[in-house]
């Protein structure tokens, strides 16, 4: 869910930029190091972006009739970790404002902060945390991809709640009025997104064993299995 | 998508540097930001609608349809922006002239903002925001990474595309359950796809002396500085005259 353009006041616009700069910088950094060291993750990382961008074009099969996409934030932060995520999506923010409109220049750092930092962190965490559980793997990627669009959906709604508190409640009030406003979309939409990674994250482990390997893939016992 | 890539590539300020755009639209939007909205976004509005469609040549359709992106968030989010909500007694939702006010100077000020915003894209190709980037110290791994990326999504999207097409016609997308099934083998053929494109254009590249970096020959672009001045001193007028007009209404 991307803020429109113009659509935040002008501090808290550069408040969110502000916010979301270390993290990106400091994954540029990372990024621009590790493509460094070996040229081939260049190639591989620019193919991770252009697919990021696509999914997110792609329309999501709809429960409540209006239109949603993909966010691809939790397959992302699944494949490829969170360090890396800040820079990939903020590349991906910055081309769906460019070429498709979506989100804008003066709300990027306020869309990054909630899409490329805090879901992405959220989804690698529970990830993680359900693995250390000895979740099964379609339960923890599941609940991984789910929680890491509700994370984007409600740090977006608290976002939207801080630029403008209700003149009789506060932002509290306001914090309640745009997380109710959005959830009729954003919750179905994170329940089908979370069952979409499942399907994918399956696919691969079953046809894309090697490519899962030179990522890393998160949990070393799966990438083995599914080289067996 | 391929709507605005095609018009930024083939407008009629195509040719031009891209600091007399980024420059005089940026100043523009950062105006339209931090000046009163209700008399300042109207007249951006109409100013950058005029450059769009009058200087630069892309269709008035273009125009709206980039216009109107937004605004499915505008109508979920802006009517809540009037409504007031209390929960001293129960929930109670009231209208307030505070609220309407501010719903309006929002919505006023988005559309502005987002008129800035279409003259850019439509008017100046993604490769041309290279450049400004360089200036400002982005490492040239992460600029090229950028353009990459920009390639590849076209390809890509025309595979998704292929493939959706291909489902659809085997009644893929014919139910939800079935739908979310369909897509998913879409994204993850599309992923592997990716990744086996990544191999085998590095695989190409390192047969033909890649060492880490892609070399091209970037069309040289003479700034016009009385180009650059009459944006910029435009965007001067649309300020003071909306200073006028805000002291002259209260």
């Known amino acids: 869910m991307h803020i429109a353009e113009g659509f935040l006041p002008p501090l808290h616009a550069a408040g969110w ?63 490829f970790g969170p360090a890396v995520m800040a820079l990939l999506g903020t590349i991906v923010l910055v081309f769906q404002a460019l070429l498709l409109a979506h989100g804008g220049i003066t709300t990027l750092g306020a869309n990054v902060f909630s899409m490329a930092i805090v879901g992405p962190w959220i989804a690698y965490g529970v990830l993680r945390g359900a693995q250390g559980l000895n979740a099964p793997l379609a339960v923890s990627v599941f609940l991984a991809a ?22 009789a409640s506060g932002i509290a009030g306001s914090f309640v009025k745009f997380l109710s406003v959005f959830a009729p979309t954003q919750l179905p939409l994170a329940v089908v997104e979370g069952l979409l990674t499942v399907v994918i994250v399956n696919f691969l482990r079953e046809y894309s064993g090697d490519e899962l390997q030179i990522l890393k893939f998160p949990s070393p016992t799966v990438a083995v299995e599914a080289r067996s | 998508m391929r709507a605005i890539d095609h018009h930024a590539w083939t407008n009629r300020w195509r040719g031009w540097h891209p600091a007399e755009k980024l420059l005089p639209a940026g100043s523009l939007l950062i105006l339209t930001l931090v000046l009163p909205p209700l008399t300042t976004a109207p007249l951006v509005l109409a100013g ?18 980039v216009l109107a992106a937004p605004a499915a968030f505008l109508l979920a989010g802006v009517p809540f922006l009037a409504v007031s909500v209390d929960f ?29 915003l279409a003259f850019l894209i439509l008017t100046t190709p993604l490769t041309d925001w ?51 099934r369909s897509l998913g083998l879409l994204v993850s053929n599309l992923f592997q796809r990716a990744l ?27 700034l016009s500085w009385p180009r650059l001045a009459t944006g910029l001193g435009l965007v001067g007028l649309v300020g003071a005259a909306s200073d006028l007009l805000a002291r002259g209404l209260s």
Not at chain 1, 146 to 164: E, I, K, N, S
Not at chain 2, 48 to 65: D, E, H, I, Y
Not at chain 2, 200 to 216: D, K, N, P, S, W
């Open chain 1, 17 to 79: 930029t502000a916010a979301a700069l270390p993290f990106v910088i400091v994954s540029a950094w990372r990024v621009n190091r590790l493509m460094r060291d070996q040229p081939q993750t260049k190639l591989l990382l620019a193919a991770a972006g252009a697919f990021a961008f696509v999914i997110s074009a792609l329309k999501l099969p709809s429960v409540t009739g209006s239109c949603s996409h993909a966010t691809g934030t939790g397959l992302g932060a699944i494949l």
């Open chain 1, 146 to 167: 789910m929680l890491g669009d509700l994370a984007t959906y409600t740090m977006t709604a608290g976002q939207l709640a801080l630029a403008f508190p209700d003149p």
């Open chain 2, 48 to 65: 950058m609608a005029l450059a769009t469609v009058r200087g630069a040549g892309v269709p008035l359709k273009a125009l709206l349809s």
């Open chain 2, 88 to 116: 001293a007694e129960g929930v109670n939702l009231h209208l307030s002239a505070d609220g309407l006010r501010l719903a309006l100077t929002t919505t006023v000020r988005a559309l502005a903002a987002m008129s800035c």
């Open chain 2, 130 to 180: 290279i450049t400004p980037l360089r200036r400002i110290g982005v490492p040239a791994g992460v600029i090229e990474l950028i353009l990459l990326i920009y390639r590849l999504i076209f390809v890509f999207f025309e595979r998704a595309l292929t493939g959706h097409q291909a489902q659809t016609a085997r009644l893929g997308y014919s139910r939800v359950d079935r739908s979310v």
């Open chain 2, 196 to 222: 086996e494109q990544a191999r085998r254009l590095e695989i190409g590249l390192m047969a033909r002396g890649y060492t880490g970096e892609l070399r091209v020959l970037a069309p040289k672009r003479v």
